[in-house]
């Protein structure tokens, strides 16, 4: 799984960063990072929850295919 972020809806609130610390990252400027692009199974409950819970619905995941790399 990949996380996608619409960064024109983001706020880098970091309601995500709570959900998923090992994942992503709001600095102190207030921009959002993601620490890791292809999610691993152990996270994808808690990747699950950060996008679930944005509030600005600026995060989805996608599914990786063959032709991803």
Not at 37 to 58: G, I, T
Request: one cysteine or more; a negative charge.
């Amino acid at each position: 799984m990949k996380i996608v972020v619409d960064w024109d809806r983001c706020e880098a609130n970091a309601v995500c960063m709570r959900a998923a610390p090992e994942v992503f990252r709001v600095d102190d400027n207030d921009n959002l990072h993601v620490l890791v692009e292809d999610v691993p199974p152990e996270l994808l409950a808690k990747v699950e929850n950060a996008v679930r819970r944005c509030p600005k619905q600026a995060l989805a995941r996608r599914e990786l295919t063959n032709t991803d790399s």
